[in-house]
């Protein structure tokens, strides 16, 4: 390709960019307005003005944005229900959400991935034993999985207490992954794979913000 073919390539990336861009903010605000019209009519004001607000402070731009507004759409019934209002899922929009919570999961799989294996690595060498804990946990209509999270603990130096079972410490690095949240990083394996889903928690009432 030459030099001009590339320069006019160049300006239809912009062009086409700068578009996408213009278009997801009133997508945005589109998503917000559709789930709170499945609230309950005394709320739905309310919860509008904070969505709002909080779109705004959702950072990495509007991709970022149009993913959390379109996560607060799909999660509009669970929240309704936490606010007493009767609700019925169709097959279409659980469809819809087990599609969007595969799809955000392997995208963040594949963003986090290297800092996926820093981390396991990290644990590795603070102290022995496997990266990731397996937990056992019942889902959805009772059905058991296995909840995968980085792991936290180790073996105390200590020994056994009388009750035979082992004595667990927390570990150098459990301690920096448990303070950020960061041993959770692990559940979007369970997400992908249908056992957990991403859910948006409503909250009682707008934040105040000094």
Same mark, same amino acid.
Not at 184 to 202: C, F, H, K, S, Y
């Given at each position: 390709m030459t030099a001009l073919g590339w320069v006019v390539l160049a300006i239809l990336a912009a062009v086409v960019g700068a578009e996408a861009i213009a278009w997801c903010g009133p997508a945005q605000q589109w998503m917000l307005r559709r789930a709170a019209s499945a609230l309950p009519e005394e709320h739905r004001d309310r919860y509008l003005e904070e969505w709002t607000a909080e779109l705004k402070q959702v950072p990495n731009g509007p991709v970022t944005r149009s993913l959390w507004a379109g996560g607060l759409l799909l999660s509009r019934n669970s929240i309704a229900r936490a606010l007493g209002a009767p609700v019925s899922a169709s097959r279409g929009s659980l469809l819809a959400k087990r599609f969007f919570d595969a799809g955000v999961a392997a995208f963040c799989l594949v963003l986090y991935g290297p800092l996926l294996l820093v981390i396991a690595l990290a644990i590795r060498l603070d102290s022995r034993g496997p990266a990731l804990f397996r937990g056992a946990r019942i889902g959805r209509n009772g059905r058991p999985f296995v909840m995968f999270n980085f792991r936290t603990m180790a073996p105390s130096e200590r020994g056994q207490p009388s009750g035979g079972?082992? +004595? /667990?410490?927390? %570990? *150098?690095?459990?301690?920096? /992954?448990?303070?950020?949240?960061? =041993?959770?990083?692990? +559940? /979007?394996?369970?997400?992908?794979?249908? =056992?957990? %889903?991403? *859910?948006?928690?409503? *909250?009682?009432?707008?934040?105040? @913000? @000094?």
């Open positions: 079972e082992p +004595q /667990l410490r927390p %570990t *150098r690095v459990g301690c920096v /992954l448990h303070r950020y949240s960061l =041993d959770e990083l692990p +559940q /979007l394996i369970n997400v992908a794979r249908g =056992d957990m %889903t991403l *859910r948006v928690i409503a *909250r009682s009432g707008p934040s105040r @913000r @000094r």
